[in-house]
């Protein structure tokens, strides 16, 4: 699976809820603001984005962040990242570049990212312990 493709394994969705409308306001982290915050990845995460970058041929690693989406209010985002932006904060754990846009870190603090394959299917997981609550779905989280 792609990291730009979400990963619900319902076939139902959430599309409206709490979540329509922009983040809700939590501490911001700039950069001198996410010192001894973190994210991290699995081994099996590092080796699956490792190995898709090569694939690509380019890129700098993988950006994550949250949106505001369905029931319970937030969404995780992945995708890859072929630039650093100038707001991005950058954590690197096992040679991959972890790049986090300030709003969205508060929400994703000390997440780990993993990669599993459950029978057929395989995707990105997110080991949130700031997650408090998951939709039915499987969509969107509360922190």
Do not use: W
């Amino acid at each position: 699976m792609l990291p730009d493709q979400a990963v619900s394994t319902a076939s139902s969705s959430c599309t409206s809820g709490p979540g329509n409308g922009p983040l809700p306001e939590m501490a911001s982290a700039g950069q001198a603001g996410a010192q001894g915050m973190s994210v991290s990845l699995t081994d099996a995460a590092a080796r699956h984005i490792n190995r898709y970058l090569g694939r690509r041929g380019k890129g700098v690693g993988v950006r994550l962040g949250v949106k505001t989406t369905g029931c319970s209010g937030l969404a995780y985002k992945i995708e890859f990242a072929d630039e650093v932006a100038p707001e991005d904060i950058v954590f690197e754990n096992q040679g991959v570049k972890i790049l986090v846009d300030p709003k969205s870190l508060p929400y994703i603090d000390g997440t780990e990212l993993d990669f599993a394959r459950e029978g057929l299917n395989e995707g990105f997981k997110f080991n949130n312990p700031k997650e408090r609550d998951r939709c039915g779905c499987g969509e969107s989280f509360r922190v």
